[in-house]
């Protein structure tokens, strides 16, 4: 089954069209294709937990769309992709009680401590935009954006950010900070992947195993 011309057909083309023109001259790990991920991800797990499908199909769709603002303004991305999808909703005439829905389930794709998720819609969308960071995919987005950021790939600089410190501090942990059964049965193999990756990469770069 291809989950993302699943998600996609069952969209409004337009609003489709309108959400992928946010995502022009984005870094590679927070592309079109990033979001098409995600979008595959949450159908996947929203079906196999019961979710409402047309409030979680949305939120995918628009959860990364205030990236651009967000690097000309240091808003939160999440806060700007939840103020324009209420805009872009109520513009296609959808009720305030669903807009509120879209919006909560887009907030909540950050974890915070003051709004971490707590629908179910909300916990897919988390969990889906998380795997999307470990894995073989996790390791080449890691990799890319050390790159559109200027640091090294490998460094004993402790005030350089590496892939291998970002793994170290971020990537190892979130294998336990999701919250389906579904998501943490497909974070399983990917965890293991990228912890042999970095095993390896560990191992090539002191010279010693």
């Keep these: 089954m291809n989950y993302v011309k699943e998600a996609l057909a069952a969209l409004p083309a337009d609003l489709v069209a309108e959400a992928q023109k946010r995502f022009d001259g984005q870094d590679p790990a927070h592309d079109w294709q990033h979001n098409l991920r995600v ?39 999440a806060e700007i992709s939840a103020r324009l999808a209420g805009e872009w909703l109520s513009e296609r005439s959808m009720t305030e009680v669903f807009i509120s829905h879209v919006q909560s389930t887009i907030l909540a794709h950050r974890f915070r401590k003051e709004r971490p998720p707590h629908t179910l819609e909300e916990k897919i969308l988390f969990d889906a935009d998380k795997l999307d960071s470990i894995g073989a995919i ?46 943490q049965k497909i974070a399983e193999d990917r965890h293991r992947f990228m912890t042999n990756f970095f095993e390896q990469w560990e191992w090539e770069v002191t010279g010693i195993r």
């Design 138 to 183: 996790g390791v080449a987005r890691v990799f890319a954006y050390t790159g559109v950021i200027g640091q090294p790939i490998q460094s004993d600089d402790p005030n350089q950010h590496t892939p291998y410190k970002e793994y170290t501090w971020k990537l190892q942990r979130i294998k336990d900070k999701l919250f389906t059964k579904t998501a």
């Design 39 to 77: 979008m595959a991800m949450c159908e996947r797990i929203g079906r196999e937990e019961g979710a409402k499908m047309e409030v979680l199909r949305l939120a995918a769709l628009l959860h990364d769309i205030g990236r651009a603002e967000e690097r000309q303004t240091g808003e939160c991305h």
